[in-house]
């Protein structure tokens, strides 16, 4: 009877001992599942935390670029043409930095008062290294459209060459004539038509220094 007792309380010790280990485990496991579920949830906290501010500082940068092609595009002048077609003045803004250089009647050659306002747009251009500029050529309207066309060029190829002379790059400058066809001026008088004989210059946008 007592060996019989003994053998009872021995197996009712085993199955405690067996079910004090189940339960340690299952904790163990539990614990184990807790501390992952809460790493796992504060790294997709940290993501979300983080994307936001991917998201924003890309849009940041979207909006600047677009803020410096504004202020690119306002830089830039209407050529001559560009204004006729708008139905706006062909006239240079007094504000410019650049200022018309004119030209005596049939003529292509730079006086000294050509080669002073040159000088000072020379200085301008040196100061401002990514600015382009377009020279345009204009005569006044006596003379045929082709000849007048062939006069314009030569006077804008004249200050061009003189830029040059002055040290700015020959690829920031580029020509084109209008001949007698974009005046500023339509009165049949020598006060406007000395007005017509000119060079004009058109201050082009370049993108990030590049021409």
């Not at 599942?33 to 940068?61: N, Y």
Request: aromatic letters at 6%; glycine letters at 6%; a neutral charge.
């Amino acid at each position: 009877m007592e060996k019989h007792l003994n053998r009872l309380i021995q197996g009712s010790l085993f199955v405690s001992a067996l079910t004090l280990s189940a339960c340690a485990g299952s904790n163990q496991g539990k614990t184990s599942a807790g501390a992952a579920s809460a790493q796992a949830t504060a790294a997709q906290s940290r993501a979300a935390t983080q994307k936001p501010q991917g998201l924003t500082s890309g849009k940041l940068r979207r909006e600047q670029d677009l803020s410096s092609a504004d202020a690119l595009r306002r830089e830039q002048d209407q050529s001559s043409l560009d204004a006729l077609r708008h139905g706006e003045t062909t006239n240079t803004a007094r504000a410019s930095a650049m200022k018309d250089v004119y030209f005596d009647f049939d003529q292509y050659n730079l006086d000294n008062a050509d080669r002073n306002t040159l000088q000072a747009t020379a200085e301008w251009l040196k100061r401002n290294p990514l600015a382009r500029v377009e020279l345009e050529g204009h005569c006044d309207e006596r003379g045929a459209s082709e000849y007048n066309l062939a006069l314009g060029a030569k006077r804008a190829q004249a200050a061009k060459d003189y830029l040059v002379s002055l040290g700015v790059a020959e690829n920031r400058l580029s020509t084109i004539s209008y001949g007698e066809e974009i005046p500023v001026c339509r009165d049949e008088a020598e006060s406007c038509w000395q007005q017509n004989r000119r060079d004009r210059f058109v201050r082009l946008v370049s993108a990030q220094g590049t021409f």
